[in-house]
């Protein structure tokens, strides 16, 4: 047995009596009316944070949450159930409600739970921040304050935060699997309002992922707080954003985010099984300037996205979506996988146990190519570099856009000179795809503080690219010209 099964079955029988016994009685009486197959996903989480205001601490929260979903496959229909209680009756009632999608009315049959070992282990930490003293917390986001203060006479305003998640998963399953994962995370976000002649400026920066403590080691609350800073200041001086469709520009590292929304959603496997994606049946057909690599690797040690297993109990892989600019194949859970005839790639993931499963990204990323950023940026006239992001907009079903940029310079003559506000860019992922005309040798991974929303449900996701050049997007700004 792994060390992460063994754990976490080990916190969950000392806490709750959960044994193989009581997982086998349960999926026993999840299958008592003819399921095909029947899961069980126990959890148990501890979530803190602290935030910070006007030189002070404004709130610090800790909530537990606990619980076990479960789920009754029979056929094309899932049957789902939870309940908070880990009660034996409650669960028992739980699993008998879900087993009501099957149709025989059978005795509860025994199910063997053979535990299961997952090959890696993506995230090991020493001292989840989830045990480190509230007053050390707080020192992490006086630190911030700090250095946003001293970073500019204009800084008038810091706001700080810092969070972190200790989950303990169990999965059992009814073809004989079980396997068990703890899983930390952390995210600490800084702004800062820069205030001078009449002109105010907010930034936002941050970072985190599944480290504990010693994230702050290599990434010092000062580091985050002096970006916010930098930016919020940078904006003071910077200019009307252009409008008009322009060669766009991304930068390495969290350009990613348009990446993850506006081609990653698109290649999940739900969309695609219903038709309603616009790359439904498109596997093996060019989608994508060649000079495009997609994949999305739940595998990448301290990644925010990433994860030993998925919640349907899965290892999590490194799989390959576009290559070369044509389409692979799409992220799969195993329902999907069941109706494409093909291997989950441990892409099922939900919020927590109270929600079902769905096929979701992990870290999704452009892999590198051959230009330098410097050979992208002289090969462009006028146009726009993209830096950093706030948020934006995207029709899933075919991938048209819209996102605004925090952080953002003209690019003229081939060289990078004044930055601009108040930028967007708009645009049609797939379509965007196909413009690519250089890739970067300069990948990073985003920092990370992204979580992605699908149908209610919100999952802690990763991001990364190369810099890249696009001949053509719209850039909506207030500068005609």
């Known amino acids: 047995m792994s060390d992460s099964t063994s ?75 939870y309940t908070e209680s880990l009660d034996i009756d409650a669960m028992r009632r739980a699993a008998g409600t879900a087993s009501r999608i099957g149709r025989a009315a059978e005795r509860p049959v025994p199910v063997n739970a053979t535990p299961y070992i997952a090959g890696g282990n993506y995230y090991p930490v020493g001292e989840p921040l989830t045990y480190a003293p509230p007053a050390d917390k707080v020192a992490l986001l006086e630190r911030a304050d700090r250095a946003a203060r001293a970073f500019d006479t204009s800084v008038s305003r810091v706001d ?3 969070a972190d998640e200790l989950k303990h998963v169990l999965v059992a399953r009814s073809d004989g699997r079980f396997v068990g994962d703890i899983q930390p995370l952390i995210r600490i ?45 940078l904006q003071l001086e910077a200019v009307d954003a252009p409008a008009g469709t322009l060669p766009v520009v991304l930068a390495a590292g969290d350009s990613g985010v348009l990446l993850h929304e506006a081609v990653g959603h698109g290649l999940e496997a739900d969309f695609n099984r219903k038709g309603t994606s616009n790359y ?18 739940g595998t990448i040690s301290g990644s925010r996205g990433s994860l030993n297993v998925d919640d349907e109990g899965n290892e999590t892989t490194r799989n390959v979506l576009i290559e070369g600019g044509r389409l692979r194949g799409y992220l799969q859970d195993e329902i999907s996988a069941r109706h494409f005839g093909v291997t989950p790639t441990g892409s099922g993931r939900r919020e927590n146990f109270k ?7 992990t870290n999704t990323l452009m892999l590198p190519g051959e230009s330098t950023k410097d050979e992208i940026i002289r090969s462009v006239d006028r146009g726009i570099y993209c830096v950093s992001y706030s948020g934006g907009q995207v029709n899933i079903s075919n991938g048209d856009f819209v996102f605004s940029v925090t ?37 990073e991974l985003s920092d990370g503080r992204w979580m992605c929303g699908k149908d209610g449900q919100s999952v802690p996701v990763g991001v990364g690219m190369p810099t890249v050049l696009i001949s053509g997007l719209t850039v909506g700004g ?4």
């Open 189 to 233: 976000n800084v702004g800062v309002l820069s205030e001078r002649d009449g002109q105010r400026q907010t930034a936002r920066t941050g970072g985190g992922g599944r480290f504990g403590m010693d994230y702050f080691e290599r990434i010092t609350p000062e580091e985050h707080a002096r970006e916010a800073a930098r930016q919020s200041v």
């Open 407 to 443: 952080e953002a310079y003209m690019i003229e003559n081939g060289k990078i000179t004044a930055p601009v506000k108040n930028a967007m860019i708009i645009g049609n992922g797939p379509d965007a795809m196909t413009k690519v005309t250089r890739v970067g040798n300069d990948f």
């Open 355 to 361: 929600h079902y499963i769905m096929p979701r990204m």
């Open 478 to 481: 207030t500068r005609v010209g």
């Open 7 to 81: 754990e976490a079955l080990g916190f969950f029988n000392d806490r709750y009596a959960i044994d193989p016994a009581v997982l086998s009685s349960l999926l026993g009486t999840a299958l008592s009316r003819g399921g095909d197959f029947a899961e069980l996903f126990f959890e148990s989480a501890t979530v803190n944070s602290i935030a910070w205001e006007d030189q002070r601490v404004r709130s610090a929260n800790r909530n537990v949450t606990q619980g076990v979903g479960i789920r009754v496959v029979k056929g094309d229909a899932i049957g789902y159930a």
């Open 280 to 297: 439904s049946g498109r596997v093996g057909d060019g989608v994508a300037s060649p000079l495009v690599t997609v994949v999305d690797d």
């Open 160 to 162: 700080a935060s810092v």
